[in-house]
């Protein structure tokens, strides 16, 4: 099952006052805050990568994989929206902007 677009609405909803995009990835969705990636959206689950600084924040939190070959992330709750702004303020200190990948001619 695929992630459905009216999903992908609301967490940007639930992102209101951060610089939020997303970009559709083999039927599924990356989101990113200030051009970094922080969630990886999959059959409708949010999940984020399992990094410094979110293990006493997540620690109640379900874990799972986006995808078969994954590491283990988190499953956020993305209607919490008072952890959903802690989360995003964490991520956005440690996650780096992804290097602009240059096409060879």
Same mark, same amino acid.
């Given at each position: 099952? #695929?992630? +459905?677009?009216?999903?992908?609405?609301?967490?940007?909803?639930?992102?209101? &006052?951060?610089? #939020?995009? =997303? @970009? *559709?990835?083999? /039927?599924?969705?990356?989101? =990113?805050?200030?051009?970094? %990636?922080?969630?990886?959206?999959?059959?409708?689950?949010?999940?984020? @990568?399992?990094?410094? &600084?979110?293990?006493?924040?997540?620690? $109640? #939190? $379900? /874990? /799972?994989? %986006? =995808? *078969? /070959? #994954? *590491? +283990?992330?988190?499953?956020? $709750?993305?209607?919490?929206?008072?952890?959903? @702004? +802690?989360?995003?303020?964490?991520?956005? +200190?440690?996650? %780096?902007?992804? *290097?602009?990948?240059?096409?060879?001619?």
């Amino acid at each position: 099952m #695929a992630t +459905e677009f009216s999903y992908i609405q609301f967490i940007l909803e639930q992102l209101q &006052g951060e610089e #939020a995009t =997303y @970009k *559709k990835m083999f /039927g599924e969705y990356m989101v =990113y805050v200030d051009e970094k %990636p922080i969630f990886t959206v999959c059959d409708n689950t949010v999940f984020v @990568k399992k990094v410094d &600084g979110l293990e006493e924040l997540l620690k $109640d #939190a $379900d /874990g /799972g994989y %986006p =995808y *078969k /070959g #994954a *590491k +283990e992330h988190y499953v956020l $709750d993305i209607e919490n929206s008072e952890l959903v @702004k +802690e989360v995003v303020k964490i991520l956005k +200190e440690v996650i %780096p902007v992804p *290097k602009k990948k240059i096409k060879k001619s």
